[in-house]
């Protein structure tokens, strides 16, 4: 198979890839395995072989005495193993000649990674020519407090007599810089029966090139052998750079760029950070208080109105919108009342897209899902509004994260169900008739397949996956559901016709 990407490099992106060919959504573009995988820098103890997190008591491996595993039986088949031959005989090595004691690994967990990265000099030399030359921002972090923080790791390699004949103690923070700008998030292995896991930083040499964007036209999911696999999430021609955001593409641009500050050390320039209206989203705007139609968005340090072009005092705007940020912190987030509350209250002063209430509306819709899935008879008016929710969370996902994106492919699957439910309730109740019915079935079938041609490529062992093989029995479920209605419309002599105008006009509008 030719290669989907090719490596250039330039001044404003270092090394980054581009596409080779053309590239068709969902089209697989890279794979990679882990160099390093390992726990954050502020974890509580896991097993060195499967990052199980270790709970109450733990072993040593039999062979180094030093390595703290998992308890019992010892670790499953299930997991992949991540303590190796060699890592166990540099262990070895240690407890023979230093002492070295179990508590001491038990106390470094957090530079578990650093260490296993550092190894791999001795073992993997390549690779390691790579991952020495991945963007560190050294000079940046040099002058941060993130160097005090990385200094128990350099004691701790130190210690180990990983640096010894005089080497550069910097060698440890770049390593260090090396991971936190370049590493992955990955769900650890779920503890049997409670389901709960770690999470893990993997650094993935390729993946570790791409570029970033907010608006990105990549996919990137990790199965749990921890392989990384991204896939073209929308059209990407010969020649295009293949990007994917670092950040949450359902913040605004202030947060994202501190984020991405923080953490990746650059100023993101891209086309929805150079557009104050963030793609017509408008998703940091507010309501102008002068107007009161248009909306205020900020242009440098101006808040300018996009309908009568007025200025508004910063200092106004900007306390209202932290009063917005503070009041969905301390509200009941999983309370459907505290939350409409906010929702209608946060209206009068925010743009309807500002993500502050898109936060409040995804949570809305969530709460509802469950008391919708929890209770035996469900109001309509419940299924009615979440329904409401998901059609407004939609177009904002469109643009922000076009083509295969996971949360839209989780809210129309979320949509479909509670059409098919509302629409079933309804005619149960011969509310509504065969035909009305048969066009809501459809409308959600729509919505389901669309689901489906997104979750297809998440790995089968996730979340998403498990979510993506319901999602197809209940589209053959669907599938059935329909052929009968159709069945029984035809059994009473007549012909089934759409009804429906348009499916954005919610059918039977009327209260409970
Ligand atoms: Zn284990
Ligand atoms: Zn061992
Ligand atoms: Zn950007
Ligand atoms: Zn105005």
């Known amino acids: 198979m030719s ?5 250039k490099s330039n001044e404003k992106l270092g090394r980054y890839l581009v596409a080779a060919k053309d590239l068709k959504p969902g089209e697989r573009i890279l794979s990679d395995q882990p160099f390093v995988l390992g726990p954050n820098s502020d974890t509580s103890l896991v097993c060195f072989n499967c990052y199980l997190p270790l709970i109450s008591k733990f072993l040593v491996c039999k062979n180094c005495a030093v390595a703290p595993i998992c308890p019992g039986e010892g670790c499953t088949d299930q997991f ?3 303590h190796s031959q060699q890592e166990c005989n540099f262990f070895r090595n240690l407890k023979l000649n230093k002492g070295t004691n179990p508590m001491t690994l038990v106390q470094n967990v957090g530079s578990l990674l650093v260490l296993r990265a550092i190894l791999k000099r001795d073992f993997n030399h390549q690779e390691w020519q790579l991952f020495m030359e991945l963007e560190t921002h050294l000079d940046r972090r040099r002058e941060s407090d993130v160097w005090d923080f990385y200094d128990n790791t350099v004691k701790f390699i130190q210690s180990l007599g990983l640096l010894e004949n005089g080497q550069n103690k910097d060698l440890v923070q770049k390593i260090c810089a090396a991971i936190d ?5 990955v769900r650890g292995p779920p503890i049997p029966a409670i389901g709960c896991a770690e999470v893990l930083r993997g650094l993935y040499l390729r993946a570790a090139l791409l570029a970033h964007d907010c608006i990105a036209n990549t996919h990137v999911s990790i199965n749990d052998r921890n392989e990384l696999v991204c896939h073209a999430s929308c059209d990407i021609k010969r020649g295009d750079p293949i990007y994917y955001n670092y950040t949450d593409p359902l913040k605004g641009t202030s947060l994202r760029q501190q984020h991405l500050m923080i953490g990746k050390y650059f100023k993101c320039t891209c086309a929805r950070c150079s557009d104050i209206t963030e793609l017509g989203t408008y998703m940091s705007s507010a309501i102008c208080p002068q107007c009161k139609t248009g909306y205020i968005s900020k242009n440098a340090s101006v808040w300018i109105c996009n309908s009568c072009g007025k200025e508004t005092e910063p200092s106004v705007i900007e306390h209202k919108i932290q009063c917005c ?14 939350l409409e509350e906010y929702i209608r209250n946060v209206l009068l002063v925010l743009a309807p897209n500002h993500y502050l209430l898109l936060d409040a509306k995804q949570r809305l819709a969530g709460v509802l899902r469950d008391t919708i899935n ?8 419940l299924m009615r509004r979440k329904i409401e929710l998901c059609r407004e969370i939609l177009p904002v996902l469109e643009v922000l994260s076009p083509g295969i994106c996971r949360t839209k492919a989780i809210t129309l699957y979320e949509l479909h169900a509670t059409t098919v439910q509302l629409a079933k309730k309804m005619f149960d109740a011969r509310e509504i008739s065969g035909s009305t019915f048969v066009d809501e079935l459809l409308i959600a079938e729509k919505h389901l397949k669309r689901s489906l041609e997104m979750l297809v490529i998440e790995p089968g062992n996730s979340p998403e996956g498990e979510l993506c093989a319901k999602a197809l029995e209940e589209y053959r479920a669907l599938k059935l559901t329909l052929a009968k209605v159709i069945d029984g419309i035809h059994a009473q002599g007549k012909t089934y016709e759409s009804e429906s105008v348009s499916e954005n006009v919610p059918l039977h509008p009327e209260v409970d």
């Open 3 to 7: 290669l989907k990407y090719e490596v």
């Open 80 to 82: 992949a193993k991540w």
């Open 181 to 185: 700008v370049n590493s992955f998030e």
């Open 325 to 338: 940020v503070e009041k969905l912190e301390v509200i009941n987030k999983k309370d459907e009342k505290d």
């Open 374 to 381: 929890r209770e035996p008879r469900p109001t309509k008016k």
